[in-house]
């Protein structure tokens, strides 16, 4: 089974309240797979309850999502790789799908959509939901149609891995599915899209509507201008 070949990628910070249970979920559903938990600089027990679960734990210290996501695509040792966000909001049981389009329909990168999906009630607020539609509208219009550019569920083929290290990412903060979408599109790599499940987070969100939205739509914007394939 080449569940063997993928690597789970978890970035992770101050995610003590639901680092185990994914941990423990993964494993049960694929327990061939790799899972790695970068700990983006936690101030919790995010780490020690991973590595209570025997999994590889490596540390970014540089503030993050994408910092800490480079620094997973350098470790894994695996053809395939799948990102997920630590706070249970995906299922990890969806994963499966997103690997059969990589390993069966010969896609590169496959993004989980949560607006073509199934959405527990308040999973997403009814104003993010309105900027995700303006952003993926955006994202189609100037790469390729997708419906959830900023869904956190992802998996990557190695060779979309190795053009992500070598382009390497710009931005830290929650522009980085755009970022990875708009370069990975520009560089010619086939790209699908599948619809998954989406809970609601236990705790507060982390991201802040109207400036992480205005920061992905210019990432958006400023990624088209650049040169093909840069």
């Not at 309105?130 to 994202?139: E, F, M, P, Q």
């Not at 390497?168 to 979408?181: D, I, Q, R």
Request: some cysteine.
């Amino acid at each position: 089974m080449f569940i063997k070949e993928v690597t789970f990628i978890i970035p992770a910070y101050n995610e003590e309240k639901s680092i185990g249970q994914l941990i423990d979920r993964i494993k049960m559903l694929y327990p061939d797979a790799d899972i790695l938990v970068v700990d983006n600089n936690s101030s919790d027990r995010t780490s020690e309850i991973a590595t209570s679960r025997g999994v590889r734990v490596i540390f970014e210290g540089k503030q993050g999502k994408a910092n800490a996501m480079m620094t997973g695509f350098r470790n894994m040792e695996t053809e395939y790789a799948v990102m997920m966000d630590a706070d249970l909001t995906y299922d990890p049981k969806d994963s499966r799908v997103l690997i059969d389009a990589l390993k069966d329909e010969g896609a590169d990168v496959v993004l989980g959509s949560r607006i073509r999906g199934e959405r527990e009630d308040g999973a997403i607020s009814g104003l993010n939901m309105v900027g995700n539609r303006i952003l993926s509208i955006t994202a189609s219009f100037l790469y390729t149609p997708v419906s959830d550019v900023c869904t956190g569920h992802w998996a990557f083929s190695r060779a979309a891995v190795e053009r992500i290290i070598d382009c390497g990412l710009k931005y830290s903060g929650f522009e980085l599915e755009a970022e990875m979408f708009s370069r990975l599109s520009r560089s010619g790599f086939k790209i699908l899209e599948v619809p998954i499940s989406y809970r609601k987070r236990a705790d507060e969100p982390k991201l802040s509507s109207f400036p992480d939205g205005f920061r992905i739509f210019r990432a958006l914007i400023l990624e088209r201008l650049k040169l093909k394939g840069v």
